[in-house]
């Protein structure tokens, strides 16, 4: 069984591996699942056949899930039944649950143990690893949060045979990025046509992608230093995902932000590596964006994470898998603005 091992306080493996949900278990005898809406009715039998929860809890699908009103309620369940310090929370969905099941276990009771199972390639590579979980607030995204690490993740790529094509693709842009920032051999093989579930060497690249995201979390939890390359493409997405109150779904938004990302590297010294952005936004057909405004969304950007006192940072690429931090001045920020527009307007397949 492929396996792969997140270090730090608390060790945990991340299992990679078609029919893994069949075989994962936990010690915890009472567990609580919660759960994406809009899961297919036979992905959570099997999560409930593995886990033997005393309860599920269905969450709305997608970032509806990640607010105050929705954590509430699912902390009163737990309540509810009485979940015990000793028990667990199961998270089984995309990002957007695991981010929310991963906070309500954070929170209730100061703490219970938590276990992921992504639903979502996007959950697979990115959110369901490295103990980043939260909700968004009206200001801005994943704005309330706990780092609160996962005690196994199982990544099965069974799970993801019934995701729609478009779904799929965007979990794929945290893959491309993977490649960009560390490993640039995923690059090709994302675009390639082998690149889907059930696909030979399928489970080999999404593994690499997830060692990408285990190595970085190994060294860096907190987002002391090198866990901030994750979010290359981040910081104009989670603003694009804010404008559109959610409209373009978060992998989407890191499609268009990592071009981005890529025109403000070139900007600002860096290699020319938009070739590659753009042939991801080829590949990936994004939902087509909104008229967009530079200053509503420079607004959002200002209150990126990685922002400190003296502003906003970006994740750049001297080159691939060379990422640094920046601040990038305005004007920068603006012409780069301008490029990308037209950019996205001459990739005519995207309908812009
Ligand atoms: N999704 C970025 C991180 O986990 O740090």
């Known amino acids: 069984m492929p396996q792969l091992e997140v270090g730090g306080a608390q060790p945990y493996t991340v299992t990679v591996e078609a029919g893994a949900l069949n075989r994962a278990s936990v010690p915890e005898t009472r ?32 970032d509806a899930c990640k607010t105050f009103e929705v954590l509430g309620g699912v902390l009163s369940r737990l309540a509810a039944v009485n979940l015990p310090r000793d028990g667990a929370v199961i998270g089984l969905g995309g990002g957007a649950t695991t981010d929310l099941a991963g906070f309500a276990a954070a929170c209730y009771l100061r703490g219970v143990a938590y276990y992921s199972v992504p639903t979502t390639l996007l959950g697979m590579v990115d959110a369901a690893v490295g103990g980043k979980t939260g909700i968004n607030l009206p200001e801005g995204k994943n704005l309330v949060g ?11 790529p069974e799970l993801l045979g019934s995701l729609p094509p478009a779904v799929f693709r965007e979990g794929a842009a945290e893959v491309y990025k993977h490649g960009l920032i560390a490993d640039p051999s995923l690059l090709s093989r994302v675009l390639s046509p082998e690149f889907r579930p059930g696909q030979r060497g399928f489970e080999t690249t999404l593994a690499d992608a997830v060692a990408v995201k285990a190595g970085v979390v190994t060294r860096d939890l907190t987002e002391q230093g090198e866990r901030a390359y994750l979010n290359f493409g981040h910081t104009l997405a989670h603003a694009i995902e804010a404008v559109t109150r959610h409209g373009i779904s978060h992998g989407d938004a890191v499609g268009y932000g990592m071009h981005y990302a890529a025109l403000l590297s070139r ?18 057909q994004p939902r087509p964006l909104p008229p967009l405004d530079f200053g509503e969304l420079n607004a959002y950007m200002a209150r990126d994470k990685k922002a400190d006192s003296a ?15 920046a601040r990038v001045p305005e004007e920068t920020l603006q012409s780069g603005f301008g490029e990308w527009q037209a950019e996205l307007g001459s990739l005519r397949s995207l309908n812009f």
């Not at 502003?311 to 931090?325: K, N, T």
């Open 31 to 62: 567990v609580a699942l919660i759960a994406d809406a809009g899961l297919p009715t036979g992905s959570v039998v099997r999560a409930e056949q593995a886990f033997r929860p005393e309860l599920t809890i269905t969450v709305p699908r997608g």
């Open 146 to 156: 706990a780092f609160w690490p996962p005690r196994a993740v199982w990544c099965d």
């Open 267 to 284: 900007e600002m010294g860096g290699a020319d590596l938009s070739g590659h952005t753009r042939r991801f936004l080829e590949w990936q």
């Open 311 to 325: 502003g906003v940072r970006f994740v750049l690429l001297h080159d691939l898998a060379r990422p640094y931090l």
